[in-house]
């Protein structure tokens, strides 16, 4: 009997332990959660604020050489130019105040992709020009890369040594507009697969990488601070809950928050080249850098309707507060329209690389 009650009462106080670890683990996970929503919310109040984007074209015109394998496999009739003559104006928000996204149609071979490329800068366009925000996209002939505008805009001020960036800072100093970014159904594809390079890394310490490389480890501790507000923020306005934005692998994510952690990316990709000459967080004035530029060339299209109108949800969101300039190529446009809460600013057809009117 003796025996018994003693194991009887090291059960009971076994037992009475892990009950206190359980309490004890529940109460760090509820402070972690705590934290991560009281960050959330000091994110939503950092100074930095996100103009709405513009994408201007005039005249566009893009042409490409007739190759042997052109001649012998393209389907398509063969036209002189695979764009001709497109002048655009694209904006997020209008002066009405109304936000959206501008869809992009046509069948296979109008010039859907063709639009999109030269919008980014990734190709010379044969005559016409692009302006970002009011500034002429240039190009390196040698090179055939996109480069940032030159032209000093109004919309930033100089701010010297008070940057956030440190040595790379003259290199980069040219770099004041954001970059247009296009999304296809390949872009950070690898980052949310189970086999991707960074395995133990949580969606915003991926983002915050993302930045780092961007700026070669050269950021201060403000600019660390106003970066993770920054994707905070874009990952708040996307749709990604704090939670999973601090404490999941990509990989983890639902179907639907996987595609809004890749748009996440293209956002923070296109606004970085902007922060090079944001002042500290020492400054007690606000500052301004133009929201993202984002090309989705047919992303959505693969997916259910299901996953793709919440995913356009989350790109209406930055459009309304991030001001960001979305454009769709997509051969799906009821995803968008079906759903009464997506506003669709433009909706553009293409046809044989001109836009039906």
Not at 12 to 18: E, I
Request: proline fraction near 4%; aromatic fraction near 6%.
């Amino acid at each position: 009997m003796k025996a018994l009650a003693t194991n009887v009462c090291l059960h009971y106080r076994t037992s009475s332990m892990l009950y206190l670890l359980v309490a004890v683990a529940s109460a760090f996970l509820f402070a972690a959660r705590l934290n991560i929503c009281v960050n959330a919310f000091n994110a939503e109040s950092c100074p930095l604020k996100l103009l709405p984007s513009q994408i201007q074209c005039t005249e566009l015109s893009q042409s490409y050489p007739e190759t042997m394998f052109t001649k012998l496999f393209s389907s398509e009739p063969r036209r002189a130019y695979a764009l001709e003559n497109v002048t655009l104006s694209l904006c997020c928000q209008e002066s009405s105040g109304s936000s959206g996204v501008t869809l992009l149609v046509g069948a296979s071979g109008s010039g859907k992709s063709v639009l999109l490329r030269l919008l980014a800068g990734v190709e010379i366009p044969t005559s016409g020009v692009v302006q970002i925000n009011g500034e002429k996209l240039t190009y390196s002939k040698s090179s055939r890369n996109f480069r940032a505008p030159t032209k000093h805009s109004s919309e930033y001020l100089d701010w010297g040594s008070k940057t956030i960036v440190g040595t790379n800072l003259n290199e980069r100093s040219h770099e004041r507009n954001v970059q247009p970014i296009i999304i296809d159904r390949y872009y950070q594809k690898d980052s949310c697969s189970a086999s991707n390079s960074h395995p133990r890394k949580t969606v915003e310490g991926y983002l915050m990488k993302l930045g780092r490389d961007y700026f070669n480890g050269d950021l201060n501790q403000d600019g660390e601070i106003l970066l993770s507000s920054l994707i905070r923020k874009i990952t708040s306005i996307a749709g990604i809950s704090p939670l999973d934005s601090s404490s999941c692998q990509p990989r983890d994510l639902s179907v639907s928050n996987q595609l809004l952690f890749r748009i996440a990316c293209a956002c923070v990709e296109s606004v970085l080249p902007a922060l090079s000459l944001v002042p500290s967080q020492g400054t007690s004035q606000d500052f301004c850098v133009f929201g993202p530029v984002l090309l989705l060339d047919e992303f959505l299209d693969s997916e259910s309707t299901v996953v793709a109108q919440r995913v356009a949800r989350g790109l209406h969101s930055l459009c309304l507060l991030a001001g960001a300039a979305v454009v769709i190529a997509t051969h799906k446009p009821h995803h968008f329209t079906a759903d009464s809460s997506i506003v669709v600013q433009q909706k553009i057809t293409l046809v044989g690389g001109r836009i039906l009117i």
